[in-house]
């Protein structure tokens, strides 16, 4: 593999040397995954737990060798159609990148669809061209895309990204039709990550759910401090360059340990500091000024679509960082919010919305970029 001009890698995969720690985690989830075992991943939004996923993969000669890896993402999905969708696209291109033959038997199998694939006229293959509208009756097109990779003749894994999103779904059969499908499969494994953890555990804990005890769990928190610090400096030393101890660990805390912020902060330190240079708190600073004037443009629209009741809590929420009991009448009071059903009711709807995110430790805003804009465009400044 080349060497990257950048070692802190932005918008595609990870490679194990770009990648920090997560050795355990690893372990645990390759383990489960080729020994038949189904896992719940959960972590924050841009915690690492995709780039876990495909440095697992990666590193694995087993799953290398001896398995097909499929992975689709569903954060945006509104319906079973959209899902079943993407899962089939998601067959076919790894198909097509591997075995046209498999690919035809693929499309072969998918009775429902029939006649409404193409063909590339420059080179023969088989071409996945169809619209969602063409998906009549997904339910008939899930099981037909199910038996094709119960019977393909290899061992699988299945990784569906953001899988809480099935419970916003019209179809309220979704969980139970899934359920019915998977526990019949003998030759895969799947992985369900996702990021709202109360809904997770709710699918997958609950005994009146269909997921009930069908999964192993496991929760990414951030990387230890010590850990991302000498995997920075190290980096950086790699390159030519050093970077100082308290920058790293100024930028670790602000974003409580958010891998995609520290990835992004470093990557941007990293392309300002010259080679034979130190990189101090003054460039680590101005990367994070960067990000924040990049997203400014964004963030004021979010807000501007934000209720007035529901933007007070927001902003409550962002000042005190973690908020344990909302209800409380002294958090109600220090921030002159209107009530405790007011409050619950934006709780409600924050969270539902993704601004908001709900942990054991209590509520915080699930973009700790927008907390720091928040703060500092009301007069509460962390940078």
Same mark, same amino acid.
């Given at each position: ?11 595609? @995969?990870?490679? @194990? ?7 355990? !985690? ?10 038949? +075992?189904?896992?719940?991943?959960? #972590? ?21 060798? !001896?398995?097909?890896?499929? =992975? =689709? ?5 509104? #319906? ?31 009775? &429902?669809? $029939? ?23 997904? *339910?008939?097109?899930? /099981? ?5 990779? /119960? ?16 419970? $916003?779904?019209?179809? $309220?059969?979704? *969980?139970?039709?899934? %359920? ?8 895969? #494994? ?5 990021? !709202? +953890?109360?809904?997770?555990? /709710?699918?997958?804990? &609950? #005994? ?27 980096? =950086? ?15 670790? %805390? ?9 990835? +992004? ?6 392309? !300002?500091?010259?080679?034979? &240079? ?7 600073? +101005? ?6 004037? &990049? ?25 005190? @960082? ?8 002294? =958090? ?49 400044? *962390?940078?």
């Amino acid at each position: 593999m080349d060497k990257p001009r950048n070692p802190f890698i932005l918008g595609h @995969r990870i490679n @194990r040397p770009y990648f920090c720690d997560r050795v355990l !985690e690893q372990e645990k989830l390759t383990s489960a995954v080729t020994n038949g +075992r189904n896992v719940v991943l959960i #972590s924050p939004r841009r915690m690492g737990k995709t780039s876990l996923v495909h440095v697992s993969f990666q590193d694995s000669k087993e799953i290398e060798d !001896e398995f097909l890896t499929f =992975f =689709f993402d569903i954060l945006q999905t509104n #319906s079973l159609g959209e899902f079943t969708y993407l899962l089939g696209k998601a067959i076919f291109d790894k198909l097509l990148s591997k075995n046209i033959i498999r690919v035809r038997g693929f499309l072969s199998a998918l009775k &429902s669809l $029939k006649g409404t694939f193409g063909f590339d006229p420059m080179s023969g293959t088989p071409t996945f061209d169809i619209q969602l509208g063409d998906i009549k009756h997904p *339910e008939y097109t899930l /099981e037909e895309i199910f038996n094709f990779v /119960e019977q393909c003749g290899r061992q699988v894994i299945i990784v569906i990204d953001e899988f809480q999103q099935i419970t $916003k779904y019209p179809e $309220k059969n979704t *969980e139970a039709l899934l %359920r019915s499908h998977i526990q019949r499969m003998s030759n895969t #494994s799947f992985v369900f990550a996702g990021s !709202e +953890r109360s809904i997770l555990q /709710e699918m997958f804990v &609950s #005994s009146k759910r269909p997921f009930y005890n069908s999964s192993e769990i496991m929760y990414l928190g951030p990387i230890d401090e010590d850990i991302y610090v000498g995997f920075v400096k190290d980096l =950086f030393l790699d390159y030519g360059k050093e970077i100082e101890d308290e920058p790293i660990r100024w930028a670790f %805390r602000l974003f409580d340990g958010n891998t995609f912020y520290m990835q +992004r902060t470093m990557n941007g330190a990293f392309a !300002e500091t010259a080679i034979g &240079s130190v990189c101090g708190q003054d460039i680590v600073r +101005r990367s994070v000024c960067d990000m924040l004037a &990049s997203n400014e443009v964004i963030y004021r629209e979010i807000l501007s679509n934000v209720s007035v009741s529901q933007k007070a809590t927001l902003y409550a929420v962002a000042k005190e @960082r973690v908020v344990a009991n909302p209800m409380s009448g002294s =958090f109600i009071k220090k921030y002159a919010l209107p009530s405790s059903s007011s409050v619950q009711s934006a709780l409600l709807k924050l969270t539902n919305s993704g601004l908001l995110h709900k942990s054991p430790e209590g509520y915080t805003l699930s973009d700790p970029l927008m907390r720091i804009f928040i703060n500092d465009l009301y007069s509460t400044p *962390e940078i």
